[in-house]
């Protein structure tokens, strides 16, 4: 597997505009003669989508809901990033681009988060004209706030639906051009395989979720934009039916699959309340400006938070980091969280939960205000719990959450299969080994408005416009749509008494437990020897009941958990190979004196990006150095 990245010459500032300008360019006639099929209609997907059908090229719009309104990205809550320095608190381009590669804990590409930072602006300027409500400041100005991990005031929100409001512009622009016919969209659809001839993404074969029927569709370039695969703990943030596949299937192909076991554990969610759930909730990390984190000083503390005094509180995350106090990264805060619940001083009836506490905030700004700020997340919390945050602390405790692993991308967005890119979640990104509150949705945009139309313009313009698209009818379609349909009925007839979520469920121990908020030698060992055996019971006991040729949910379900099965195994044999800690990566054998993170910059300043080598055969390992020539490697502190 050869991994040239494609950085750009010449100084950090000026790469991306440099390669704009070095870079083809379609003419708007020859642009209806290519065909782009998208995966996924979340914001990088939706933004992509309706940002290619306005420059006229043919685009096919995939996603599994049965609208893009639905797409998990409107589940983003606290905001969304950019360099504007509207407070004049020292912002720039430049610091967002070192908060990041900080953040990240120094293993991110120095060219693809600096091209991040830069785009950020435009984006702000982009929702703002399609009427994304930002909240604004009482003189109208836009308003913004601080996130884990930075100083300065940088993130835009729209109280806690930023996510949906920004979902929302993104669907408009792209009902726009579905109307207008240079997007065809397929709700209710899912990718089952890439098809790829001669290492060159030629189309997807896909199933229609309603009627069961398995279709194949050609295009000149693939794009995935499936999002993260932080379900494979089968409880997290996200929504159920997040899954890998897509992007599984992509690396069983040739496509390289970079940093896996670089999971973020959130550190602001509602606690689990029982075995029945499905999954967590997630509270935005905004709360953490105006909420302040502690737990008893004593062990096994049972009494109710107003009872115990403020002497006798440990607002941990101030003592640990008075810099940065509550706004300590995200990676930071989760490890703080299960240290001082490991101890035994955490809160609730599990003992698995540290408070979040307004009183303070409250009595200092008043109520109305902090109603202003975060009401309708107040609102969720209330529901759920029965507990009301204006009158006592929220409880939170870390799970998981954002995956900064994925394909391998070059500095234009494409995997190492030619004419397949990957953008937002599903690419090993912009983010490192751990990402800043808020970044998610800034990478999704940047990538789906601003940098993909750019490269893949690049490629296509490459091909030519006498290129023919492959044919359905060719040997590979046939091929591909032949082993999922084989993979389809093999599920079907297997007839065993273990349900899917059971599979799902014990997948999901053994993952959080081994390879969870930390991991250690022996417990990813373990994993890797018990993934395999689960895997092989999946194949010989699961019943999934119904049929191919209709609605049929069990079925969907079993391919994403068969999917999950392999790649548990890939995030573990990643995990125990990164022999150091970094970000959401953290080796209990590798820690400081103080138990943070000890980086191995000597050894494994790279991306690991994974060879797929055969079915229950060990991946090839290969690895792209990461240099830095403007940020100094420093060991992270907000101390």
């Given at each position: 597997?050869?991994?040239?990245?494609?950085?750009?010459?010449?100084p950090?500032q000026?790469?991306?505009?440099?390669?704009?300008?070095?870079?083809?360019l379609?003419n708007?006639a020859?642009?209806?003669?290519?065909?782009?099929?998208?995966?996924?209609?979340g914001?990088?997907?939706?933004?992509?989508?309706?940002?290619?059908?306005?420059?006229g090229?043919?685009?096919?719009?995939f996603c599994?809901?049965?609208?893009?309104r639905?797409?998990h990205?409107?589940a983003?809550?606290?905001?969304?990033?950019?360099?504007k320095?509207?407070?004049?608190d020292g912002?720039?381009?430049y610091?967002?681009?070192?908060?990041?590669?900080?953040?990240?804990d120094?293993?991110?590409?120095?060219?693809?988060v600096?091209?991040?930072?830069?785009?950020s602006n435009?984006?702000?300027?982009h929702?703002v004209a399609?009427g994304?409500?930002f909240?604004r400041?009482y003189g109208g100005l836009?308003?913004n706030?601080?996130?884990?991990?930075?100083?300065?005031?940088?993130t835009?929100y729209?109280?806690?639906?930023?996510?949906?409001?920004?979902l929302?512009?993104?669907y408009?622009?792209?009902?726009?051009q579905?109307?207008?016919?240079?997007?065809k969209?397929?709700?209710?659809?899912?990718?089952?395989?890439?098809v790829?001839?001669?290492?060159?993404?030629k189309?997807?074969?896909?199933?229609?979720?309603?009627?069961?029927?398995i279709e194949?569709h050609?295009?000149?370039?693939?794009v995935l934009?499936?999002?993260?695969?932080?379900n494979?703990?089968?409880l997290?943030?996200?929504?159920m039916?997040?899954?890998?596949?897509?992007?599984?299937r992509?690396?069983?192909?040739?496509a390289?699959?970079?940093?896996?076991c670089?999971?973020q554990i959130?550190?602001t969610?509602?606690?689990?309340?029982g075995?029945h759930?499905?999954?967590l909730?997630?509270?935005?990390?905004?709360?953490?400006?105006?909420?302040r984190?502690?737990?008893?000083?004593?062990?096994g503390d049972k009494?109710?938070?107003?009872d115990?005094?403020?002497?006798e509180?440990?607002y941990?995350?101030?003592?640990?980091?008075?810099s940065?106090?509550?706004?300590a990264p995200?990676?930071i805060?989760?490890?703080s969280?299960?240290e001082?619940?490991?101890?035994?001083?955490?809160?609730?009836n599990?003992g698995l939960?540290?408070?979040?506490?307004f009183r303070?905030?409250?009595?200092?700004?008043?109520?109305?205000?902090?109603?202003?700020r975060?009401?309708?997340?107040?609102?969720?919390?209330?529901?759920?719990?029965a507990?009301n945050?204006?009158k006592?602390?929220?409880?939170?405790y870390?799970?998981p959450?954002y995956t900064?692993?994925?394909?391998?991308?070059?500095?234009n967005?494409?995997s190492t299969i030619?004419g397949?890119?990957?953008?937002?979640e599903?690419?090993?990104?912009?983010h490192g080994?751990n990402?800043?509150?808020a970044s998610?949705l800034?990478?999704g945009?940047?990538?789906?408005?601003?940098v993909?139309p750019?490269?893949i313009a690049?490629?296509?313009?490459?091909?030519g416009?006498?290129?023919?698209r492959?044919?359905i009818?060719?040997?590979?379609?046939?091929e591909?749509?032949e082993?999922?349909?084989?993979?389809v009925?093999t599920?079907l007839?297997?007839?065993?008494d273990r349900?899917v979520?059971s599979?799902?469920?014990e997948l999901?121990?053994?993952?959080?437990e081994?390879c969870?908020?930390s991991?250690?030698k022996e417990?990813?060992?373990?994993a890797?020897?018990e993934?395999?055996?689960?895997?092989?019971?999946f194949?010989?006991n699961?019943?999934v009941?119904?049929?191919s040729?209709?609605?049929n949910?069990?079925?969907?379900k079993?391919?994403?958990?068969?999917d999950?099965?392999?790649?548990?195994e890939?995030m573990?044999?990643?995990a125990?190979?990164?022999?150091?800690s970094?970000?959401?990566?953290?080796?209990?054998?590798h820690?400081?004196?103080?138990g943070e993170?000890?980086r191995?910059?000597?050894?494994?300043?790279?991306?690991a990006?994974w060879?797929y080598?055969g079915?229950?055969?060990?991946?090839?390992?290969?690895v792209?150095?990461l240099?830095?020539?403007?940020v100094k490697l420093a060991?992270?502190?907000y101390k």
């Open positions: 597997m050869k991994l040239d990245a494609k950085i750009p010459d010449g950090i000026e790469k991306w505009s440099n390669h704009k300008m070095a870079m083809r379609v708007p020859n642009k209806r003669k290519y065909k782009v099929i998208i995966i996924g209609s914001l990088a997907g939706a933004s992509a989508a309706a940002t290619m059908g306005e420059l090229y043919n685009v096919d719009c599994f809901q049965d609208s893009p639905r797409a990205s409107i983003a809550q606290g905001g969304i990033n950019a360099a320095n509207y407070p004049g912002d720039s381009i610091r967002l681009f070192y908060d990041t590669v900080k953040g990240g120094f293993r991110s590409r120095e060219a693809n600096y091209r991040l930072a830069q785009v435009q984006i702000i300027d929702c399609q994304v409500p909240a400041e836009l308003d706030r601080s996130f884990g991990g930075a100083l300065v005031s940088r835009f729209a109280r806690g639906q930023t996510g949906q409001q920004l929302i512009g993104a408009q622009a792209l009902s726009r579905i109307a207008a016919g240079s997007v969209m397929h709700t209710r659809t899912e990718m089952l395989d890439v790829v001839k001669d290492n060159v993404a189309g997807v074969v896909i199933r229609n979720l309603v009627t069961g029927q194949s050609s295009a000149d370039a693939v934009a499936t999002g993260g695969y932080a494979v703990f089968y997290s943030t996200n929504a039916g997040c899954n890998v596949t897509a992007a599984y992509a690396y069983k192909k040739g390289g699959f970079a940093n896996p670089y999971t959130h550190p969610c509602i606690p689990v309340s075995d759930q499905s999954k909730t997630l509270m935005s990390e905004s709360l953490r400006n105006d909420g984190v502690w737990v008893s000083k004593e062990l009494r109710k938070a107003a115990i005094p403020d002497d509180r440990d941990y995350l101030e003592r640990k980091y008075p940065f106090g509550n706004l995200r990676d805060a989760s490890r969280a299960k001082v619940c490991d101890e035994g001083r955490g809160v609730g599990t939960g540290v408070y979040l506490d303070d905030s409250i009595a200092r700004l008043g109520e109305d205000t902090i109603s202003a975060y009401g309708n997340l107040f609102d969720m919390y209330q529901r759920i719990t507990e945050p204006y006592q602390p929220m409880r939170i870390p799970a959450h900064m692993g994925g394909l391998w991308v070059d500095y967005l494409m030619d397949l890119y990957v953008i937002g599903a690419n090993f990104s912009d080994a990402r800043l509150g998610a800034m990478q945009l940047a990538d789906g408005y601003f993909l750019q490269t690049d490629y296509l313009a490459k091909l416009t006498a290129n023919e492959l044919p009818e060719d040997k590979a379609f046939i591909t749509e082993a999922v349909k084989d993979r009925n599920l007839t297997i007839n065993g349900t979520d599979f799902h469920k999901g121990r053994i993952m959080w081994n969870g908020m991991r250690t417990g990813l060992e373990t890797i020897e993934i395999p055996v689960l895997r092989k019971e194949w010989e699961v019943k009941n119904g049929s040729a209709d609605f949910i069990s079925l969907e079993a391919g994403r958990v068969a999950f099965l392999e790649f548990g890939l573990c044999r990643d125990l190979a990164r022999e150091e970094a970000g959401g990566h953290f080796r209990e054998e820690q400081t004196d103080e993170a000890l191995n910059d000597d050894d494994f300043c790279h991306a990006v060879e080598q079915d229950d055969a060990v991946p090839n390992r290969h792209e150095e240099e830095f020539e403007n060991t992270r502190s």
